[in-house]
T-cell receptor, first 117, second 117 residues
Framework: AQKVTQAQTEISVVEKEDVTLDCVYE???????LFWYKQPPSGELVFLIR??????QNEISGRYSWNFQKSTSSFNFTITASQVVDSAVYFC??????????????FGAGTRLAVHP | GAVVSQHPSWVICKSGTSVKIECRSL??????MFWYRQFPKQSLMLMAT?????????EQGVEKDKFLINHASLTLSTLTVTSAHPEDSSFYIC?????????????FGPGTRLLVL
């Protein structure tokens, strides 16, 4: 079955600390997509990254970086030098052909990140 | 960019009334739209997949007679919560898949908070 596990329910850090949010997924498919979304207090989901299963290159975008490892079915997200504005709930999501004909997104439970000044 | 709007952003209603939520893709055509529900401090759960011109596909456990979905055009899908009750109070989020793109591209609306008294 398809599943996304975000074991960290809440993380609290002090500004400028680095923080890694873990995401472990399960899928029977060989072709799938992984996503990270940010949900600030306003509630609107902000798209951060999409990665397909054939691209295991790590990616860096400013203070954000992602580590995709198929061998461990993990797609972890690191924020370097965290800032108060990074405080939000972060969701990891999976989309594969077994989710249905329209590639439904399966979300993890989310990790609430609190960055304190 | 691809913008999805939702209206209203907030709605408070009395128990037993029906509430209609609109989801619009503002600058693109969306063959498929998705409706999610998010309870406080929980993840997003897919309720149904809506396709233009056809009946919606509901997820297991979602009552199709209670949550009516209409996708009459390529830019508009509506979710009607019929005979709403306090347990229907939640954050409802829609997303739209842009026509002609790869299946994994979904754009999210800002969400609608429903409070049933």
């Amino acid at each position: 079955a398809q599943k996304v596990t975000q074991a960290q329910t809440e993380i609290s850090v002090v500004e400028k600390e680095d923080v890694t949010l873990d995401c472990v997924y399960e899928t029977r498919d060989t072709t799938y997509y992984l996503f990270w979304y940010k949900q600030p207090p306003s509630g609107e989901l902000v798209f951060l990254i999409r990665r397909n299963s054939f691209d295991e290159q790590n990616e860096i975008s400013g203070r954000y970086s992602w580590n995709f490892q198929k061998s461990t079915s993990s797609f972890n997200f690191t924020i370097t030098a965290s800032q108060v504005v990074d405080s939000a709930v972060y969701f990891c999501a999976l989309s594969d052909t077994f989710s249905g004909g329209y590639n439904k997104l399966i979300f993890g439970a989310g990790t609430r990140l609190a960055v304190h000044p | 960019g691809a913008v999805v709007s939702q209206h209203p952003s907030w709605v408070i209603c009395k128990s037993g009334t029906s509430v209609k939520i609109e989801c619009r893709s503002l600058d693109f055509q969306a063959t498929t739209m998705f409706w999610y529900r998010q309870f406080p401090k929980q993840s997003l759960m897919l309720m149904a997949t809506s396709n233009e011109g056809s009946k919606a596909t509901y997820e297991q456990g979602v009552e199709k007679d209670k949550f009516l979905i209409n996708h009459a055009s390529l830019t508009l899908s509506t979710l009607t919560v019929t005979s709403a009750h306090p347990e229907d109070s939640s954050f409802y989020i829609c997303s739209a898949r842009r026509s002609g793109t790869t299946k994994e591209t979904q754009y999210f609306g800002p969400g609608t908070r429903l409070l049933v008294l």
